[in-house]
């Protein structure tokens, strides 16, 4: 399975959910997984291989010595554009734990965006994530074409036990990682 992950060396790598998942030129279009390649993650994954054959190997990183992390793509509710880190421990050859860097989602008027920035720290990798949230009123009222918007905000620290995250207010989630926020 390992073999399918393309290897990736990165200060800081922007992950987000694209619009055209199987295009050459998506980052994330990854390489499709069988269920063979799937049974070291969460039982609840290998399951949901039965009805949606949508897991794509993307990339992997060594978070530190005795773990790697791999970029999957996985199934969502409409295709499979959730993006998860999954955290493999290489001694014990087991999945420990798993965080959601990326998604995207529109319904009826709803848009959900989530994106992560992984970066190196001098004790291994953190994640900025942002979760973006947009009601378009013009669903309910063609007339009415403003948009509801909420921004959230978390950072995460992967550390040998599980992924340890931090709500971050607006203000201070832009002053210490506006830059990523520009588009």
Known sequence: MLKKYE???????????????????????????????????????????????????????????????????????????SIKLFVLDKKKGVITYYYELAESIGDAGDVSNRTSWLFRQPNGFGCFTWDEELHYNSVENENDTSIQRWDYFRLASFNKRSVDTFHLDEGKAKRQFGHFLTR
């Open 7 to 81: 290897d990736a060396t990165f200060d800081t790598l922007k992950v987000y959910s694209g619009d055209d998942l199987g295009s050459e030129s998506y980052p994330f279009r990854g390489r499709l997984l069988d269920r063979d390649d799937i049974r070291l993650f969460p039982s609840e994954f290998v399951q949901q291989l039965e009805y949606d054959s949508g897991f794509f190997a993307c990339y992997k990183f060594h978070l530190d010595s005795s773990r790697y992390g791999l970029i999957t793509r996985t199934p969502s509710e409409y295709e499979p554009s």
